[in-house]
């Protein structure tokens, strides 16, 4: 039966790479790999129960991301819809395309640390589409602000998944992981942009203003409170989450509630129909909803690999033939670029235990590392890649043919920086 599920996985994630050529949305095969494979799991097992119970622990991870997917989003929809991003926007003044790339990769990056490397994904290709009109270019900046997230989010406790399990683990502490990673994880961003900056040049020509109409809807200070509210809101998520020790989908719930209640406010004394735009509902609305089920039906997926000890056996498998820890973590970084990061991090931290590598030791400063940057070398190996891939419409080709490159040559400069120093 576990024959079967990972075959069944395996198709699946072909006919995921191959969307554009056979029509068939991703979102849908992704939903459909985890209902099948759970199916198949329960039909397989004799404690039908006890599959019910796994299936509801991992259901509960899944919203978890859902919840704050959906948050996120939101809230950075309606900062678009008050024009918010124009107050960074508008200090862009460069149209060299060197020069953007630098200052979008440096600023995703630091604030992927502060943030997370998803929101901030989100948050950068929105204020992207402000910037660059050309939608093949567009794509481009996204794909290296999937890899200066990922690096971004690595070297931080709050910015990246899998370095805050680590962290909540008791593997690394917070001080520690920033001084070893920041480094590392500079460099893995900074080789990609130095390739790029002898490939690319010329200048960029800016998106078409908004409609005039539009604009004097929204007044200087509409704009600014919106922006700041919802920025200094997300902001807040981890100090939220450090605080009080709830998952930080309950601290974006909160922020989104704050925003949608200052928002409210803000436009209270106009009529339904010059409200409406400005809304909450109305942000949901246009939330790109297929990228969050897709993102559930891939981790469904991978819940069962997990389940099924799938994930664990091939870890100690890994041990086994290898043996080398920093040959083997780096491996791993290479397969989360394919497989999910979190359950590959949930199955080594359940693979090597704290009493024979303690805090801080580094086989967990290493996986921090390469779990949280080799997603960035397939679209669909991290969060931030998935959200980046439903907002802009990025195929997995497309990204495997401009980006992958410049992200395994940043991830393997990264890796030998670590291992070196």
Known sequence: MITLIIAVFIIGYIFITIEHSIHINKTATALLIGVICWSLYAFGSVDSHQVGEELSHHLASIAEIAFFLLGAMTIVELIDAHQGFDVITERIHTKDTRTLLW???ILTFFLSAVLDNLTTAIVMVS???KIIRDTDMRRFF?????IAANAGGAWSPLGDVTTTMLWIGGQVSAVNIMKMLILPSLVSLIVPLVYLSFRLKGSLEPPKPRKKDIDETITTFERNTMFFTGIGMLLFV????????LPPYMGVLLALGTVWVVSEILHSKKDEEDRKPFTAAHALSKIDTSSILFFMGILLAIGVLEATHTLSGLAAWMNDTIGNLDAIVFIIGIASAVIDNVPLVAASMGMYDLATYPQDHRIWEFLAYCAGTGGSMLII????????MG?????????LKRISLLALLGY???ALVYVIF
């Open 127 to 129: 204020l992207l589409r």
């Open 391 to 399: 907002m802009e419409n990025i195929s997995f080709f497309w990204y």
């Open 381 to 388: 190996g991290s969060a931030a890649g998935v959200a980046v």
């Open 142 to 146: 996204a794909g290296i602000v999937i």
């Open 103 to 105: 200052i979008i990769s």
């Open 238 to 245: 981890p100090i939220f989450k450090t605080v009080t020790h």
């Open 412 to 414: 393997v400069a990264g």
